[in-house]
């Protein structure tokens, strides 16, 4: 594996908003070809607990690689109702 990882996505204050991104950064040995996969973990946050994590309908996908830096992680909730504050995402990438 070549390197893995948690980054928060910040929805912003209530209302929020349906998607949000965040940078993964730091990456020197990820190339153009590498894998990389992004995750919802259910771990409490200050806006949200463990359980909310595990139920709340949003999908989480790692895109848009660039090579030697990293990449970034997109969250957009399936429901297309808002969400605010901060949901925890993990990563790795090979």
């Known amino acids: 594996m070549g390197a893995q990882g948690t980054a928060d996505l910040d929805f912003g204050v209530f209302p929020g908003k349906t998607d949000a991104t965040v940078a993964?950064?730091?990456?020197?040995?990820?190339?153009?070809?590498?894998?990389?996969?992004?995750?919802?973990?259910?771990?409490?946050?200050?806006?949200?607990?463990?359980?909310?994590?595990?139920?709340?309908?949003?999908?989480?996908?790692?895109?848009?690689?660039?090579?030697?830096?990293?990449?970034?992680?997109?969250g957009v909730t399936r429901s297309k109702q808002r969400l605010y504050g901060v949901w925890k995402a993990a990563w790795c990438w090979n």
Do not use: K, N
């Not at 990820?30 to 990389?36: F, P, R, T």
């Not at 949200?48 to 690689?65: G, Q, T």
């Open 24 to 74: 993964v950064t730091g990456q020197a040995g990820i190339v153009s070809g590498s894998l990389a996969e992004a995750w919802i973990r259910p771990v409490a946050t200050a806006d949200h607990s463990a359980d909310e994590h595990a139920v709340e309908e949003l999908e989480v996908y790692a895109r848009d690689i660039v090579a030697g830096t990293g990449f970034t992680i997109q």
